[in-house]
């Protein structure tokens, strides 16, 4: 079986990998956001994030408080750089099933609904309307 894309990766692919890897090396990073809240007279920071669909917070002390914040910020930008990669490799992968069958795939917009069945509305949903 014949494969479906080249192996080597395109220019703007590495250079978005590239991004990335420097990125890592930097430093550590962490999932989540800090933020500041102030309590009596010391404030206080805590880092918020969601695991298992539920909010959690863990204290950071202020002393750590500008190193998890460069953690927090490297994560974000891991995140987009990774949603850019992603969004090449896709278009890569459409432009490469259109050049060996000759038809246009349609790729469904990042963000954009699939098109099938609505789910049935909820009771929520139905006391709303």
Known sequence: MRP???????APYREVSSRLKR?????GVIEGSL????RGNTPRHQLSDRATGRFRNIYVPADFAPLVSDWSARWAEAK???KEMSE??????????T??????????PAGARAAGPRKRPTAKRRLRS
């Open 88 to 97: 090449i490799a896709r278009s890569e992968l459409v432009a490469a099933i």
């Open 4 to 10: 479906m894309i080249k192996k080597r990766m395109s």
């Open 99 to 108: 050049e060996r069958t000759g038809r246009k795939t349609v790729a469904t």
């Open 80 to 82: 987009r750089l990774m």
């Open 35 to 38: 933020y500041r809240a102030d």
């Open 23 to 27: 990125l890592l090396s930097e430093g």
